[in-house]
C-alpha cells in the first residue's frame, strides 16, 4: 500500500471511518438523534473525496492502484456517487423508524455504512479475489440489517438472506476457479486477453461454466430470475428502510459489477452473453410482473416489482452491441446507468412514502392504504407519481430510463426484446395503479391526517424531486452516464 | 436593447403570476383574494414595459436579434431546442398581446368583483397570457406547438369558466374539440418537417426550428414539401382564427366572462392563426396551391361570417361574427402576399374589437342581458358607454379616419393590385363585406343605444321575475359602469381612433416615417393610397350604416317587413347556414356516435375485450401457478436456484455451439 493508494480509497476508508465513528458516539451519547445526524453529514466526506477524485479523472484518466486490484474510473465513481446519494436519503428517511429501536441505532447506522463500502468497492474492483471481498462486505452487513428488527418475520428474513447469499457466493467462488483454471489470472485484463487467444466460441466450456455460475452470483444480487426467490420474503421481513436501501443500493452494486466482469473480462464473446440477458430479462420481468398482480402486501408487491425492474435493465447489458450516434460510447450499458439512478430516485419515493402512511397503520396491506389521498395529501401524491415513474408514464425518470433502455434494445437489433418490454409495461400499470385507486378512491373510516418528520419529508422530497428532474432534464445524467461506460469498451 | 433576460421575462411574468395565484394566493388566502387581480395586473403591465422595449430593439433591425438556442432535449442526434425569436413581428404582437391583455385585466377588476371565482380567473388570465406571449417568442415550431396547445387549454379553462352552466361547459368543449381539428394538420405538419431532416433541404439546418425552416424553403424544399407543410400549418390556423369551416367555435365562446371574449377576440386566441401564418410566410409564398387557399378561406370567411352578424340577436354573438369575418379580412391579406397589412389591420382590429366587448359588458352589467331585442334607448343612461362603442363601431365599419379605415383600406389595396383572379375575386368579396360589417355593427348600435328602453333581463325572463321578484334574475340597474371599466374603454377608444393613422401614417408625421409599421414588418413596396378604393369603400360603409339607421332608427321600413320579405335567406342566416346542425347532428350523431362509434364499440366489447380477459385470465393464472413455489422453504428457494443454473448451463450446452 502506498500513500497514492490510500488516496484511491479515500471514500471507501471514510466511509468505514464514518460507521466506526457512529458506533463509538452511540455509546457514548445519549442523543440518539445525534447519531443519525453524524452518519449524515459525515457522508460529506467521502462525497468530497469522491468529487476530487472525479475531478483527477475527469484529466487524466483510469487511476489504476492496489496491486491492480482496483481502479478508480468514471464508471466507479458513477456508482460511488449513486450509493452515497442513496445512503444519504435513507439515513434521512430512517430516522422515525429508527428512533422505535431504543438501542441499537448507531449499529444500523454503521451496518448501512459498512454496506456502503461494500458497494463503492464492488465498482470499482478488476480483480476476482477483490470483488468476491467487496461483495461479502456489501452482502454480511445487510443480512444483519434484515433481521435487526428481530421478530419472527426479521430473523427468517435476515437468515433467508444469508443462506441463500452463502450459496450464491458458493455459486459465484466456483465460476471464478473456473474462470481462473482456463486464464490463469485473476485479474480482469489478463482474463480478456486470455478469452481473446482462445479461438473457439466459448473459448472452452470452462469459461462457458464459470461465465454463467459468475452470472448466476451476481444474479442473486440484483434479483434475476431464476435467482430471485429470496426477494419477496426478505423484502416482507426486512425493516422497510432497509428493504429500501437492498432494492437500489444493492442492485445498483450487483449491476456495476455484472457490467464490469461482462463487458471487461468476457466482452470477447459478448454476442452470446447477449442471448442469456436478453432470455433472462424477459424471463424476470415477465415473471416479476405477473406474480405482482396477485400481492396483496405492498412491499411483496415492491419486491416482485423489484424483480420485474432488473428484467427492463437487463435489456441494457442484452444491448451490447449499440453504440450512441457518435460510437464514442454505449447505449445499453449507458442505459443501465441511468435507470439505475432513476430507479434509485423512484423507489426510495416509493418506499419512504409507503414508511411514512404505513406507520400509523402498522399494516403493509394494500387496503391498509385507503384513503391515504385525503389523509396524507403530499405523501399520497410523491407515491403514486413514483408509482407512475415505475410504470414509465412521462414526465417521470421511470419513463425516460426505459425510452433510453429499449432504445438501446432496437439499436442492437433486438426490436422483439423492447416489444415485449413495453407489453410488460403496460401489464404492470395494473398493479401499480391499482394502489393509486386505493389511495384516492377507496375510503376509510378513518380521517385522521397522517403527520411525518422533517427528516422524512425531506427525503421524500428529495427523492421526489430527483424523478421529476430526471423526467424533465435528462440531458446531464446522459452526458455522465455515456463518459462513464466509456471504459466499458473496447478501445477502438 | 432588450437583454434575452428582459425577453424571456416576457414569458415567465406573467406564467410566476399564474404559479403565484394557484399555488399561494388561492390556497391560503382564499378564492376571491383581490390580491390575485393585483398581481396578475403588476405582471402583465411589467412584461407590457418590456414589450415596448422589444419593440424599440427592433426598430432599424432587419433581422431577429440572434440569442442562442438552449438545448432542451436530444435523442440520437435529434436535437430539440428552446429559444427566443426576436423580430419585428414578434414585437409588434407583444406590444398588441401585452398591451391589450393589461387594459383587459384592468377591466376585469370591475367585472368580476363580486364573482366567486374571482382569483380562479386571474390564473387562469394569466396563463392564457402567457401561453400567447409563448407562441409568439417562439423560435422553434416544438415551442410554438407546446404554447399554441397551452392557449387551446386556458381558452377552456376560461370558456368554461361558469362551469355549472351547462351552455358554458358545451361551449368550452366545442372550442377545445373544433380547434383541435385544425391542430391535427398543425401536428402533421411538424412530423413531416420532422421526417424532412435527412433530405437535402435540411443539410446542416434543423427541421424544427423556424429560421432553419424559412430558410430552407427560401432554397432547396420542394414544391411539394413546401405546400404540404404549409397546408398543414393552415390547418391549425383555421381552427384557432375561426376560418371557414371550423369558424363554428367562435361564436359559442361567448359563454365565458365577456373580459375573456374580448381578449380571445383581440390578442389573444383568434390572432394566434393569423400569426402562425404570418411567422412562416415565407414557406407559403413559395407555394401557390398554399397562398391561393390562404386568400380564397379568408375572402370567403369574411364575407360569410358577415352575413350571419346581420340577423344575430345576441349583441355578443354579432360581434363574434365580425371578429370572424375580420379575421378573414387578415387571411386574405396574407393570402394575397401582404402578411405585414395584415398584422396592421390585427393591431387596429385588436383595439377596436376589444373595445366593442368591454362596451357589449358594460352594456349587460347594466341590463343583465346580452340580447339586443331588450335593450334600446341606452345612450341616455349609459353616454360614455355609448360613445366609446360608438367610436369602436365606425372604427370596425371602417369611417375615415378612424383606425379600422386605415387598415382595412391598405387589405383591400392589396387585393386590388394582385393581378392574378383570384385576387380580384377575394377584392369583391371583401368589398362586399364592407357593407356587411358596417350594417351589422350599427344594427346593434341603433337596437342598444337608440329608442326606447325594452326592458332588459326582467322582460328577457319573465316568468323567473314574477315568482321570486328580481331575485332569479340580474337586476336592471341602468346606470354606468364603475370607473374602472369606463377608464379602460376611454384608453380603448383613443387607440381606436388614432391608432390606425398614427402607427402607419401616409405621409411623414411628427418623426413617424410613412408606412414604417409595414415596413417594419416587411412589406417593402409601397402600397399608394388608391383615393378610388378609400372613397369607394367609404362611400359602402356610410351606406351599411345608413341603410342600418333607417330599418332600426326610422323603421322605415321596418326589419320585421324586411324581414319577411328575405324570409327564407333570414331562417337561412339564424340557423347559420345549418353549418352547426350538420356538424352536430349529422357528422356527429349520426356518422360517429352512431356509425363510428357502435362498430368501435363492438369491436372493443366482443375482441378487445376478450383478448385482454383472456390474457387477464392467463395472467392470473400463472401468477398462481407459480406462486406454491414460493413457499418461503429456503432449501425450495436453493433448489429452484441450482436447477435454474443448470437450465441456462443445459440451454448453452445445446443451443450454444
Known sequence: MTGHDVYLLAPEIALAGLAGLVVLLDL?????????????????????????????????????????????????????????????????????????????????????LFSATGMTLLAATTELITIYISLELTSLPLAALAAFLRDERSTEAGLKFLLLSALSSALLLYGMVLVYGYAGSTQLGDIARAVAQGGMPFGSPAVLAGGVLMAAGFGFKIAMFPFQMWVPDVYEGAPTPVTAYLSVASKAAGFAVLLRVFYVALAEVSLDWSALFAVLSVLSMTVGNLVAMGQSNVKRLLAYSTIAHAGYILVGLAAIAARTPDGSSGLGPSGVLFYLGAYAATNLAAFFAIIALTSKTGSDEIEGLAGMGKRAPVVSAVLAFALVSLIGIPPTAGFMGKLYL??????????????????????????????????????????????????????????????????????????????????????? | MISELQAWAILLLPLASFSLIALVIRPFLGSRSRLSGYVTILSIGVAFLFSLIALRSTLGHEDAIGWDFHPWLSINGVEVRIGILMDPLTAVMLVVVTGVSLLVQIYSQGYMRDDEGYTRYFAYMSLFTASMVGIVIARSIVQIYVFWELVGLSSYLLIGFWYHRPAAA???????????????????????????????????????????????????????????????????????????????????????????????????????????????????????????????????????????????????????????????????????????????????HAFFKCLLFLGAGSVSHATGTFDLRFMGGLRKDMPWTYVTFLIAALSLAGVFPLAGFWSKDEVLLSAWRGEVTVHTLVFWMAFIAVFLTAFYVFRAVFMAFHGDFRGGAQAEHPREADSNGAGGVHPVHLAESPMVMLGTMLALAVLALGAGYVANPLGDLAGIPAHWLTSFLGQHEDLTFNLGIAGASTAVALAGIGLAALMYGARRPSPEAVGRVFGPVRTLLLNRYYLDALYEDVLVRRVFYRGVARLLDWFDREII???????????????????????????????VISLGLLAVLGAYLIFGR
Open chain 1, 406 to 492: 429499449f432504445n438501446a434494445a432496437v439499436h442492437a437489433d433486438m426490436v422483439w426484446l423492447a416489444i415485449v418490454g413495453v407489453l410488460n409495461s403496460v401489464a404492470s400499470a395494473y398493479y401499480y395503479l391499482r394502489v393509486v385507486r386505493v389511495l384516492y378512491v377507496s375510503s376509510n373510516d378513518s380521517q385522521e391526517r397522517v403527520s411525518t418528520s422533517v427528516q422524512v419529508r425531506l427525503a421524500l422530497a428529495l427523492s421526489g424531486l430527483g424523478v421529476l428532474f430526471l423526467g424533465l432534464f435528462p440531458g446531464p445524467l446522459l452526458l455522465v452516464t455515456e463518459a462513464a461506460v466509456k471504459v466499458l469498451l473496447p478501445a477502438a
Open chain 1, 28 to 112: 457514548i451519547t445519549r442523543r440518539k438523534g445525534l447519531v443519525g445526524g453524524v452518519a449524515l453529514l459525515g457522508l460529506a466526506a467521502p462525497l468530497v473525496f469522491s468529487l476530487v477524485l472525479w475531478g483527477e479523472v475527469n484529466q487524466d484518466g483510469a487511476l489504476p492502484g492496489v496491486f491492480g486490484t482496483l481502479v478508480v474510473d468514471k464508471f466507479a465513481l458513477f456508482f460511488k456517487l449513486v450509493v452515497l446519494a442513496v445512503v444519504a436519503v435513507v439515513i434521512l428517511g430512517s430516522a422515525d423508524y429508527v428512533s422505535r429501536f431504543q438501542r441499537y441505532q448507531g449499529e444500523f447506522y454503521a451496518l448501512v
Open chain 2, 170 to 348: 358545451a361551449a368550452a368543449k366545442k372550442a377545445f374539440l373544433v380547434t383541435r381539428i385544425g391542430d391535427v394538420g398543425f401536428l402533421l405538419a411538424i412530423l413531416y418537417l420532422f421526417l424532412q431532416r435527412d433530405t437535402p433541404a435540411f443539410q446542416g439546418r434543423n427541421p424544427l426550428e423556424i429560421p432553419d425552416i424559412l430558410q430552407a424553403a427560401g432554397g432547396a424544399m420542394t414544391a411539394f414539401a413546401a405546400t404540404a407543410t404549409a397546408l398543414g400549418i393552415f390547418a391549425g390556423a383555421m381552427g384557432k382564427s375561426g376560418q371557414f369551416p371550423l369558424h363554428t367555435w367562435l361564436p359559442d365562446a361567448m359563454e365565458g366572462p365577456t373580459p375573456v371574449s374580448s381578449l380571445i377576440h383581440a390578442a389573444t386566441m383568434v390572432a394566434a392563426g393569423v400569426f402562425l401564418v404570418a411567422r412562416f410566410f415565407p414557406l407559403f409564398e413559395v407555394s401557390a396551391t398554399a397562398m391561393t387557399t390562404v386568400a380564397l378561406v379568408g375572402g370567403f370567411t369574411a364575407i360569410f361570417a358577415a352575413t350571419m352578424g346581420l340577423v344575430m340577436y345576441d349583441i355578443k354573438r354579432v360581434l363574434a361574427y365580425s371578429t370572424i369575418s375580420q379575421l378573414g379580412y387578415m387571411m386574405l391579406a396574407i393570402g394575397v402576399g401582404a402578411p405585414a397589412v395584415a398584422i396592421f389591420h390585427l393591431f387596429t
Open chain 2, 609 to 639: 375485450d376478450r383478448f385482454v380477459d383472456g390474457f387477464g385470465w392467463l395472467s392470473r393464472n400463472t401468477g398462481k401457478a407459480i406462486a406454491p413455489l414460493q413457499s418461503g422453504q429456503v432449501q425450495v428457494y436453493g433448489i
